[in-house]
Nanobody, 122 residues
Framework: QVQLVESGGGLVQAGGSLRLSCAASGPIFSRYVMGWFRQAPGKEREFVARIGSSSRTYYGDSVKGRFTISRDNAKKTVYLQMNSLKPEDTAVYYC????????????????WGQGTQVTVSS
């Protein structure tokens, strides 16, 4: 399994931006489908975005047009640029890696990071 470490979370005012990073270990990062999920207190885990090995991207409805996922295979890192943040974006954000493309289900991602907290104040 690939090891994942997220960074970049923090406190930001509504309307602001943050960029999350997820550094991966392992020799075949480029083959993985990488995803971002989030979980707010008392809520279920929610799919945010994914990027395939071909860099094809897909977004959850609540973040379309505001968030952008990207990857740098040379650095073994995936990013989540978050713009126009809203208080409802407040959550712990998790990076995940999988080998199956075309799915937004957390159970299809076999490796997970420890999460990074994002708090958006109103």
């Amino acid at each position: 399994q690939v090891q994942l470490v997220e960074s970049g979370g923090g406190l930001v005012q509504a309307g602001g931006s943050l960029r999350l990073s997820c550094a991966a270990s392992g020799p075949i990062f480029s083959r993985y489908v990488m995803g971002w999920f989030r979980q707010a207190p008392g809520k279920e885990r929610e799919f945010v975005a994914r990027i395939g090995s071909s860099s094809r991207t897909y977004y959850g409805d609540s973040v379309k047009g505001r968030f952008t996922i990207s990857r740098d295979n040379a650095k073994k890192t995936v990013y989540l640029q978050m713009n126009s943040l809203k208080p409802e974006d407040t959550a712990v954000y998790y990076c995940a890696a999988g080998t199956r493309d075309g799915t937004n289900l957390g159970r299809d991602f076999g490796s997970w990071g420890q999460g990074t907290q994002v708090t958006v104040s109103s």
